[in-house]
């Protein structure tokens, strides 16, 4: 049986072989994916407020809330 599916369906070419419309899909839906991500983390860095000189002397920071 598999003899027969062997003669029937011969090995290809390497030219005849090709990624297909699948890898294209794959790859289409990762950088969809990537440009969302980074999209919502460049939202979410503008959110973050912060000092950028450290308390001068002993002065503790004033106390975070979420």
């Known amino acids: 049986m598999s003899v027969v599916a062997l003669q029937l369906d011969p090995i290809p070419n390497a ?3 090709g990624p297909g ?4 899909v794959v790859v289409l839906a990762l950088i969809i994916g990537t440009l969302l991500l980074w999209r919502n983390m ?5 959110k973050i407020n912060f000092d950028e000189d450290p ?4 002065e503790e920071p004033p106390a975070r809330s979420h």
Not at 42 to 46: D, E, G, H, N
Not at 55 to 58: A, D, N, W, Y
């Open 15 to 17: 030219n005849q072989v």
């Open 55 to 58: 308390p001068k002397g002993g």
């Open 42 to 46: 460049r939202k979410q860095l503008t």
């Open 21 to 24: 419309p699948i890898a294209a």
